[in-house]
């Protein structure tokens, strides 16, 4: 399922907004001034697909309407009064309604007051949220402002689960259906720090990392997962390798396609160990061996059970051969990314010295960071929503974001969506973009 269209109506009680998705390139920007929305149009998708339907109750907007490629849609209607706010969700097949639920429920709001009294947010939640007002808390991190429903689904993962079990929505499975089909992920401008909530019996905070060191260490266990993961398939195949090549199902090859296999697979090896995922001089074959008659159904077997084992490397492998291609050739000047399997990367400067992730810039930070969520978090055939790619990042590394992110497109299957200011991100592609300026203020 692909998002065709979005249109939101009196945003911030002001603009009508219709963005039409790219589907031949699958690359749409979204460019305006500031104060038009464009990262809130991200904020919407994203919001909705993850299933945080508060966000709709703060977002100023009378109605927003999503259109997919499979005739269905999804229209959302803010209602509000004196007392209280409603969010309709209608579900449309044809233009036909076909389901809807409201949010917040009234047995909804009823549960939270029930459930658990405004005092017991701080028994859970970590010191970084302060009270303010009987019923209005504060993020000291963010300064953001929250009511009792708001702190407690945006803090959910510190409140025991037998607690938020009480709170589930009731959503129809035709919307959980639609939500599911399609996977929103969202590179958010905030990308060089990362906080994490702990929470526990001895302690509650939010603790704050470098992400380009998380992220190091997040490749280093792909590639000790990935290494185990070959581990096993060649147990499971080199265990009933004699059993397989006496039942004779395995066909006997031309001696000249066999070494061309072997020369191919020799290849393969290479490009695979030059990140340290396997041995060079493993499982190989001496190719130099003239090859007879008798061997043939040996090797056919031997070849198809070694390209069996090296295809449980294949995605991790190209993966990377992308994100280091990118950075060595195209960005990285006077310092070069290397992999490890147990550092997960490491730069060095021109003198091979090793240098401290943190020593980057925090235009090479960025950088880093941006394609390591594209090429490894974003998953594939998903929508990839990317705000401000430009932040700190020189005006020729800007020019080369599209055809980088062709790549990506191709290698990973997915939808990108950018907000951007910058016309060198645009570089001259303004087919690709939808000017939010030029909609329609009430």
Known sequence: ??????????????????????????????????????????????????????????????????????????????????DSTLIKFILKENNKDMDSFEYPSKELVSQLRRGMPSRQIEEYMPNSLERTSPNEWRNKLTDEVLSFE??????????????????????????IFIINELEVYFIQEQRLILREPISDKFRREVVITDTIEKYSQELSQKMKKTIGEYAQVTQ????????????????????????????????????????????????????????NDSDTRVLSLYIADSKEKLAVFSSLVNKIELFTKILNERRFNFKSIEIDKEKGFVFKSQNGSILELTELSSGEQHEVVLLFELLFKATE??????????????????????????????LKNIDIVIATHSPQIINERWDLTVNLEDSKIE
């Open 1 to 82: 399922m692909k998002l065709l269209d979005l249109k939101i109506d009196k945003l911030f009680d002001i603009f009508n907004h219709e963005i039409n998705y790219n589907q031949d390139e699958r690359i749409t920007i979204i460019t305006a001034p500031n104060g038009y929305g464009k990262t809130m149009t991200l904020k919407i998708i994203y919001n909705l697909f993850n299933r945080r339907f508060n966000f709709f109750t703060r977002l100023v907007f009378e109605k927003i309407i999503f259109t997919f490629d499979n005739k269905n849609s999804i229209e959302i209607i803010k209602e509000v009064n004196s």
């Open 381 to 410: 055939n998903s929508l990839v929503l990317i705000d401000e790619p430009e932040i700190s990042l020189h005006v020729v590394w800007q020019k080369e974001f599209l055809n980088d992110i062709k790549e990506i497109i191709k």
């Open 150 to 175: 708001e702190a407690i689904y945006q803090y959910n993962d510190y409140i025991p689960e037998h607690i938020m079990k009480r709170f589930d929505i009731d959503i129809p499975e035709a919307f």
């Open 236 to 291: 499971s195949l080199d265990s009933s390798f004699p059993k397989r090549l006496f039942q004779g199902n395995t066909l006997d090859i031309d001696a000249e396609v066999l070494r061309n296999k072997l020369q191919s697979l020799q290849e393969e090896r290479k490009k695979t160990s030059e990140y340290g995922l396997l041995k060079l001089d493993e499982d190989t074959f001496f190719q130099e061996d003239e090859i």
